[in-house]
């Protein structure tokens, strides 16, 4: 990642759900403010504390930002997800719908901000291929590389966990709120870790030739994983900072 002198950055978390891509975010973002940097969360804050209507009013903000910005992008995106195959006409909706929904967040953040995002591009293109009939993975990995270069520096950070910890955590999540089921129904732990898998392949290849995206990973099998994943981001991002 080439850096900014001004603090602008993005960070995106990719993982598994359960992998604890948001406990990670929450607290380097506070970490992050406590140092007084402009720090912002919006994935976060839209997916917390925020009622229904609210939530999908902001979304739809977004989304209609992002695809007025970027309408090549836009219909490049739509079109690879129409042609994955989607499960149902409502996948399909909902599946595009966060796409152009994120791609405004990228869009709208500030100059000299850093942007935290826990559900990310990466996260989206991984939720499109979950129950696809057709892998179209490598486009949306690129598409997600391109955003992200056009955003700014970037750095997405892969969250690694076992699957039987993901198990554990998805188990005692009292919302369910999850497209992944640790008990083996429907989509199971062990089809979110082959497609994690295919679109760690595929971003490595898109983000091979793009200086201003950069790929770190972090283990977050614990309390001590937690509080060193986190001190890992921030290392790189103030080394960053110091050389852009």
């Excluded at 979110?192 to 990973?217: G, N, Q, T, Y």
Aim: hydrophobic fraction near 40%; aromatic fraction near 4%.
């Amino acid at each position: 990642m080439t850096g900014s002198a001004d603090g602008t950055a993005t960070v995106e978390f990719f993982g598994v759900p359960g992998a604890g891509k948001s406990t990670i975010a929450r607290r380097l973002t506070e970490r992050l403010a406590a140092t007084g940097r402009p720090v912002s969360e919006p994935t976060y804050e839209l997916a917390h504390g925020v009622s229904s209507a609210r939530r999908y009013l902001a979304k739809s903000g977004y989304a209609a930002t992002g695809t007025c910005r970027r309408p090549r992008q836009a219909l490049a995106a739509a079109r690879a997800i129409a042609e994955s195959g989607q499960p149902s006409p409502r996948a399909l909706v909902k599946t595009t719908f966060n796409w152009l929904y994120v791609t405004g967040v990228l869009e709208s953040r500030k100059s000299g901000e850093l942007q935290v995002l826990d559900q990310g591009l990466v996260q989206a293109a991984w939720s499109v291929g979950l129950g696809a009939e057709r892998d179209r993975t490598t486009p949306l990995c690129e598409l997600a590389v391109d955003a992200l270069s056009r955003a700014g520096p970037s750095v997405v950070v892969v969250v690694d966990v076992a699957p039987e910890t993901v198990r554990e955590r998805l188990a005692s999540r009292a919302d369910g709120d999850t497209r992944v089921s640790p008990a083996g129904d429907g989509h199971g732990v062990s089809e979110a870790f082959e497609r994690k898998d295919r679109i760690e392949r595929s971003l490595a290849d898109a983000v091979a030739d793009e200086p201003s995206v950069d790929l770190l990973r972090v283990d977050n099998e614990s309390q001590a994983d937690l509080e060193d994943a986190v001190a890992t981001v921030l290392e790189r991002l103030e080394g960053e900072r110091h050389h852009g």
